[in-house]
Structure formats: C-alpha cells, structure tokens
C-alpha cells in the first residue's frame, strides 16, 4: 500500500514541522520573558544622595561623569526595561534610561556640575548603589573608604575586600572616635516573628527589650547606639546589617524571643553565626578568617573580583572568633541575672548576621510558645533584667578588649 | 477506497493526539520555575515494578517534647526506580507527622510540590507556601524544619549529600526571619538523639 506509506511519510513532516513551529514559540517566548528590569530608587541622606539600582539578572556596567550628568552603561544584549520608583531629591534630578550603541545607558542628571560619586555592587541579586555628593560637602557617604570617586570611566569597582580588611584592622579599642553599637530589634511590622499562646508577638518583646537596652548603653557607656527600627515596620534583613556596616558599628547585637513546636521548650540561648556552606566558597572564607592580616599580600589579583562577592555577602565570617567571645560573655550574665534555663551558646545560619561587619550576637531572650515563659516576657521586670544583663555582657566585653 | 479512508481518519487521530503531546511537552513545562539543570542522580536503587508494591524501610526524625533534640522513628515509603520519588514520598511521610507520639516540626498542610536530586548531590526540596509563617517559627522552630528535612533525606538516600529549600518553586530568604535558606544545608547528626 504505497498510498498509505505516502500520506504517512507526509503526515510526519507535518508533525515535525508543528513540533517545530511549537517549539520555536516556545523558546521566543521564554526569550521575550527574559528581558531585565532595572530597579531604581534614590534617596537623600545626611550630605548625599543615594541611587540604588537593582536587577533580577547581574550586568556589567561602566561609568561616566560629564558636566551635570553622570552615566552608567550596561550592557544587555536582551534589552532592559526601568521601573523607577517617583523620588525628590536635593541632588538627584532626573533619571533616564536610553538605548546606546553597545546596550543601555541610564542616565542620571544633577543639579550641579561638582559632584563626585562612589560605589558598591553585589551579584545575585545584582545591586549597584551609587553615592553622590556634592564637593565640598563635610559629611562623607558611608562607602567613603573605598570610594572610586574620580576613576576613570570604566574601571571595575574597587572591591568590598580592601573595605573589609580595613574594617577588620579598625579593630574595636581604636580610639579618637564615637563609637557604635547597633541593636537589632528582630521582626517588626506584619512580619510578627513567633506568637505566643496568648497572642504576645516576638515582635513587640524585642523592641520593648531593644528600647530598655539602648536606654541602659546610654546611660551608661560613652557609645552611640543605633537601633535598625525604632517603630513597628518592617525592615528587611539585609538591610539590617547595612544599617550596620553605613553606621561603621562596633557591636551587633540582634534581639529575639524564640518559639517552638515544643511548647516546653525554654531558656535563654545566645548565638552567633555559623557558616552554612560546604562548598568552595566555604573553604575561602575559612581561609580569610584565618589569614585576613595578611588580605592584600596573599590575594592574586584574578582571585578579586570573586572575593569581594564573597566578603560583602559574608562580611560576619571575618569576626566570628570576636562574636564568639562576646556570645560567651552575654550568655553568662544572662544565666547570672534571669532564672531562666541555661542553653547556652549555640551557632546558626542566621541570615540577619552574614553580612554583619563586626562582633555580631543573636540573644534568645527566652520561648514565646512556652505559656509561662510568655507571661515572664510581656513582664515590664523581666524585660528590664534582660537588658540589664546584655548591657553588663556588652560592657565587660568592652572592658576585655579595651585593655588588649 | 473505504479501507483507505478509514485508514486517513485513523491516521488524522493519531495525528492529532501526537500534536497534543508534543504541546504539552513544549508548554507544559514551562509553568515549573525552577531553573536548575536537572540530571536524576542514579537510579541505583532500582527496583524492578512488580505488580506487587514492594517498601522499603526509612528512617524520619522528629521532634520530642522531652528534649531539643530530633528522633528516629522507623517507617515504610513505597519503594520505586526513582530517587526523587522516594525522595518525595519520604517528606511526605515527614509532614503527616510521627505515629510514635513525637512532634513532627513541619506544618502539616504543607505540600510536597517536588523533590529532585541533581548530579552533585543537592536535593532541592520544593515545598507549598503553608510551609511559612507557622506561629512557633523562632529560631529553634525554623532549626527544627530545616534539620528534619535535611537529616532524614541524607541519612536515607546517599546520593543527598546536600538538602537546598525551595518554596513554591523559588529560593526564599528565610521561613519566619531566622535561618537563612539561600544555602544549601549539609546533615547535622549533633542534633539527634542518641
């Protein structure tokens, strides 16, 4: 039956052209799916304005500063989109993005021509954060030390790494400046942290503990204390440990009352980080922790612009020994001051304390899903003994380190 | 001629069920989020598919009331010639909770929407969104999921040497604002019971 072999061997080619058809739909509509989003914000802060620009996909970028406008190219092969968020800005004027012959150009217009800028990046998610100033401005942009104000156009970032080892070298005993502890009151807004039995959110106990604590470091020690939220909002985690590292703090302290499906479960435990990788990464970081005295002089250029990735994510991994100590040291005059059960210090992979660039703690004041443990931190007594005893943790910790 | 137009109509069904297949194989796929280059690791443990549903023992942990620690409980998963399966069917069994009167850490309507286990040994455990939000997730609650999950996939597949978190198919930062999930978790047996 040739007739039935012809009309199959037609009937084939027709499936295998629509398979065709369909899979060249297919894969033009995953493409046209794929087109980048540059995020914008800008925000002025004391003495300079902050642009922040972020995408679900990492770009390669370039720099440069003519008259009243500063330029940054990205090259996108799949085109790019901008979705900017309305600002008002002392500074900033208009932000635009603009197709250019090598890929995409946002644009960003001032309102005067002598201004310098600075910047930061990190991959994964790719955000660049661009600080411009006015000259002659007194008050620097966080980033200040390691500021690429001034290079020519083109050059890649200066790296996080230098900004790191030099963190690490400031030390915490440096003198001739205020220094800083930063408290960290855990959750706030609709992310409410662990409920209690009784509807008591963790969110409300650590602020309440927080305020007590700052009232105490105040009262007591020549520090500036810093808290990431004073009200009931949400701030993110990573911006937690920005507002950390922007304020050049010396001590972290993050403040949290735990829960558990065992509602017996109770005591007061105090962490710090531990390093969750396995991988590659991992074994880097465990090598920095180890030689970072001696950063600049091991480091062969090609290795940089991976490290720095890994340095911003994990700035906590150069001060765990530090934040070990200080663990140690609130844990005890926690034990000392609360009747609560003794868990000890313990290691976690909290994501509030990676990116973390000085001695960071985590304290677990005590179990909001244990019913009597519940009651105890609602008390306006119990909360004013907590602090009591972080602040006489943070104090002899000081102490230790100031003699060294 | 009847013959041959018989043989046209069934060649035209045919024909049309070939292109509905080749569709959902296009299209289908496209809903899964997950951008991770799949390769099944192995199909060592494979059993040939009997009539007859053959098990295979595992061993999940889970919580006690009585300390902090996570403990073995011995169940039967209905054994299959694909890992990821088992895989699936294991912290499935792990979310209906313990029969031994332990508390299982993770919430119950929670649902297993894919577990698969890539070359280098990472098993992404991707599971529906009733997995946030749990009124205990503190640090110990959210320590209690992760290592639940993390233990009994590597203590009973060896080809898990690494347990990733996914929920509703996407990386997430953390469950309740503690344990960062963007890496993936290696077993820690400190944690069980001895």
Known sequence: ?404 | MKTKKKKIRLFLILLSVLIIVVLIFFFGSRKEKIKHVVKPSGTSSAVKPTKTVQMKKVTLFFLSEDDNLLHPEEREIQASSSVNDEAKELVEELIKGSKTGLLGPIPENTRVRQVFITSDGTAYVDLSRNLLGANYYGSSGEMAVVYSIVNSLAYNFKSVKKVSLLVEGNERETLGGHIDLSQPFVPDYSLVAR
């Open chain 1, 1 to 404: 039956m040739p007739k039935f072999f012809r009309t199959l061997i037609a009937g084939l080619i027709t499936l295998t052209l629509i398979g065709a058809v369909s899979a060249s739909f297919a894969l033009t509509g995953k493409k046209a799916k794929s087109v980048p989003t540059l995020k914008v914000t800008v925000e002025d802060e004391s003495g300079f304005s902050k642009l922040q620009v972020s995408s679900n996909t990492n770009l390669s970028y370039s720099f440069k500063k003519s008259g009243n406008s500063l330029t940054i190219s990205f090259k996108a092969p799949s085109g790019l989109k901008l979705d900017k968020k309305p600002f008002s800005s002392q500074l900033v004027k208009s932000v635009e993005l603009a197709k250019s012959p090598n890929g995409y150009s946002l644009i960003i217009k001032t309102g005067a021509e002598d201004f310098t800028f600075s910047h930061s990046a990190r991959k994964n998610p790719f955000e660049l954060i661009v600080n411009l100033k006015l000259k002659g401005e007194k008050s620097s942009p966080p980033e200040s030390s390691f500021s690429t104000a001034e290079k020519p156009a083109g050059q890649p970032a200066q790296t996080q790494a230098a900004a790191a080892t030099e963190a690490s070298a400031k030390g915490i005993g440096s003198k001739n400046q205020v220094k800083t502890i930063v408290i960290d009151p855990g959750h706030g807004g609709i992310e409410t942290g662990a409920k209690g039995s009784f509807g008591t959110l963790e969110k409300d106990i650590t602020l309440s503990i927080s305020k007590k604590l700052k009232d105490d470091i105040e009262r007591g020690l020549k520090y500036r204390v810093v808290m990431t939220r004073e009200d009931d909002v949400v701030v993110p985690l990573d911006k937690r440990a920005a507002i950390a590292n922007n304020n050049k703090a010396d001590l972290f302290i993050s403040i949290h009352a735990n829960g558990s499906r065992r509602l017996r479960a109770s005591g007061s435990e105090t962490y710090f980080l531990s390093l969750n990788a396995t991988d590659e990464e991992a074994r880097r970081l465990a090598y920095f922790e180890n030689n970072s005295g001696e950063l600049k002089n091991e480091v062969s250029t090609n290795d940089f612009d991976d490290l720095k990735l890994i340095l911003w994510d994990m700035a906590q991994a150069a001060y765990l020994k530090q934040s070990s100590q200080l663990a140690e040291i609130v844990q005890n005059e926690l034990n000392e001051l609360l009747n609560t059960k003794n868990r000890g210090v313990k290691q976690a992979p909290f994501k509030v304390l990676t990116g973390v660039a000085c001695p960071a703690i985590l304290v677990e004041v005590a179990f909001i899903t244990n019913p009597e443990e519940e009651k105890m931190l609602q008390s306006d007594e119990f909360q004013t003994k907590v602090a009591e005893a972080i602040y006489q943790g943070l104090n002899k910790f000081l102490q230790l380190y100031e003699k060294q």
